[in-house]
């Protein structure tokens, strides 16, 4: 098998794992892919690729219809996502719209540098059309903020953008060090750099994972603040002694769930607007009624961390009123069904 056959086969294995990942993400990718081959007349590649990533998925899908899954995957993945932008507003996130300048610049300076590229002294080690991939990507990876723009889902997706804007800026700055003879000083800064950051991390690793658990912790490797530490114990030995059910009911459930390994929270590990399927928060409220012998310990959770993770504020509402107050647990206030 030739080595470009390979590499297809492979680039259409990993649109299938991004698709898998996230979704949206995976359109994205699947759009740049074809965008950037059929600019290059890569047609057969470009089959190739997405012929693989088609096998994958039919598999895939095949094994989740055997295992009576492939509906729920479906409604969670897919059909939640007109709830996650009717109910989440991009009104007010005056931040995240600036930020969204970020790409327009770029893509404009890209343009620019395009068209000046031979009226200009530029490099000739340093081949523009690198670029252009990470450009294409960039552009389509921005389909992640849709339908919800905010800052936290656009500074992400701003990544490959930032690298770009990196990229440009080698390349419009490479002759000007050349020229003062400054080539090797600025490998050695940016060696000594990268070495410090490197040193620096794996200092962090160690001093605030590593060493706080054993190995056979399932923290073991995590970088938790004290306070999130403390709210470990204190929650883990409420619910080792209580004989109730118990459902975290906060962004902090995922946290909690691999800490104890044995909660079974299930969809209320990620309790936010479009994760939860076409019946959405509703479908959620209307669980909630008919819990029996149920503790729900609700987070104190600021305004802020609302906006940024689409929080549940209906069925929080619910909870609140229709629930029975019972006391309080580090972060979390203790919610009780009634019957």
């Given at each position: 098998m030739k080595?470009?056959?390979i590499k297809s086969i492979v680039q259409g294995i990993i649109l299938f794992a991004v698709f898998l990942t996230y979704q949206k993400l995976g359109v994205g990718y699947f759009l740049a892919l074809i965008v950037y081959e059929v600019s290059n007349k890569n047609i057969k590649t470009l089959f190739i690729e997405l012929f693989t990533a088609f096998i994958l998925l039919l598999?895939?899908?095949g094994i989740l219809q055997l295992q009576n899954n492939l509906t729920n995957f479906i409604d969670f993945?897919?059909?939640?996502i007109g709830e996650f932008g009717n109910k989440n507003s991009i009104a007010k996130d005056i931040k995240a719209i600036m930020l969204l300048l970020t790409p327009v610049l770029t893509i404009i300076a890209y343009i620019i540098t395009l068209k000046n590229i031979k009226r200009t002294k530029f490099n000739k080690s340093i081949n523009i059309n690198?670029?252009?991939?990470i450009i294409i990507f960039a552009i389509f990876s921005y389909l992640c903020i849709i339908p919800l723009i905010n800052t936290y889902h656009v500074v992400l997706t701003n990544i490959l953008t930032y690298i770009c804007l990196g990229y440009l800026l080698n390349f419009l700055i490479a002759p000007i060090i050349e020229e003062l003879k400054l080539n090797k000083v600025v490998s050695i800064l940016i060696i000594g750099l990268s070495i410090l950051m490197i040193i620096k991390s794996m200092l962090n690793i160690?001093?605030?994972s590593i060493k706080m658990y054993k190995e056979n912790n399932?923290?073991?490797?995590?970088?938790l603040e004290e306070e999130d530490r403390e709210m470990l114990k204190e929650v883990d030995n409420y619910i080792s002694n209580t004989d109730k059910n118990v459902i975290i009911f906060s962004t902090y459930s995922p946290m909690i769930s691999i800490?104890?390994?044995?909660?079974?929270?299930?969809?209320?590990d990620l309790v936010l607007r479009g994760n939860l399927g076409l019946s959405g928060e509703q479908g959620l409220i209307e669980e909630i009624k008919q819990m029996k012998n149920t503790q729900i310990l609700l987070l104190h959770e600021t305004d802020d961390e609302k906006e940024l993770y689409q929080f549940?504020?209906?069925a929080t509402e619910y909870i609140k009123e229709n629930l029975n107050f019972v006391g309080q647990i580090n972060k979390f206030d203790i919610y009780e069904t009634i019957n």
């Open positions: 080595k470009s056959t598999i895939f899908l993945a897919v059909l939640g690198s670029i252009k991939p160690y001093f605030y399932n923290l073991y490797g995590a970088i800490y104890r390994n044995d909660l079974d929270n299930g969809k209320y549940v504020y209906e």
